[in-house]
């Protein structure tokens, strides 16, 4: 089940607890805006501080809901999105996860769905999935692959809640050269610590308490294909930044 609130960094990088933590070799210093505004849905959706209770965690449906944020495709002539359903059990929640302009709400949509693919991939065990290649690019993509990979030899598979939270986007991109279009960068929080890991052979889930660990910063690196698509080509991580963990 996916979420958007709505409608809608240090540390030094460790080995992998949660969804899409994986990164390119040197962080991306991101200087941009925030989304800013909020609407009724944000004022209206649960307060969340530090580590949400399991009584105040959105539980998954029996038939989870398909994954089509209306600002991805309206308007934009690109090509139909994947169509992204996570495993009963997993729930992703995306906070202020709109900037309130169309061009950037289909940059911060692709992104989330980045993510929701990467986390699909892990539950599901394999990188078998057109998705993957579809949100993703270049290093970015061998790098989620990889990633994916790494952990279903292990026979890891995922269960829980993750909120993403805390968006800043920059657009045009202020690295890239390029003139005003096309590029975008995305920071972001994400709170793993009530994302758990689960033994796909057996079903067991280790709850054992993140600590600092759960609390990781994307900084990411965006880039709008010829389909209309925002692909993520570069992508870094940081895990137990302080300022996350509200």
Do not use: N
Request: charged residues 25%; proline residues 7%; contains cysteine.
């Amino acid at each position: 089940m996916r979420t958007l609130a709505g409608t809608g960094p240090g540390g030094q990088r460790r080995a992998l607890r949660g969804t899409a933590a994986f990164g390119v070799a040197a962080a991306l210093s991101l200087t941009g805006c925030g989304s800013g505004a909020t609407d009724e849905g944000e004022r209206a959706a649960p307060a969340r501080s530090g580590t949400p209770a399991p009584s105040d965690r959105p539980s998954a449906p029996a038939a989870p809901a398909t994954v089509t944020p209306a600002e991805d495709t309206a308007g934009t002539g690109a090509t139909a999105r994947p169509d992204l359903t996570l495993p009963a059990g997993l729930v992703e929640r995306f906070e202020l996860w709109r900037a309130h302009d169309p061009d950037r709400d289909r940059a911060m949509a692709d992104a989330g769905h980045a993510q929701t693919v990467v986390l699909d991939a892990i539950a599901r065990g394999g990188t078998d999935t057109d998705a993957l290649a579809f949100y993703f690019t270049g290093r970015a993509l061998s790098a989620a692959k990889a990633h994916v990979r790494g952990l279903a030899g292990a026979g890891e598979s995922r269960s829980g809640f993750v909120r993403y939270h805390r968006p800043e986007l920059a657009m045009p991109d202020p690295r890239v050269d390029a003139p005003g279009k096309g590029t975008a960068a995305l920071s972001f929080c994400a709170d793993e610590s009530e994302l758990f890991r689960e033994d796909r052979a057996t079903g067991a889930v280790d709850r054992t308490p993140a600590g600092a660990d759960a609390q990781i910063h994307y900084e990411t690196r965006l880039r709008l294909s010829d389909t209309g698509v925002w692909q993520t080509y570069e992508l870094a991580t940081r895990r137990g930044v302080d300022t996350c963990a509200s």
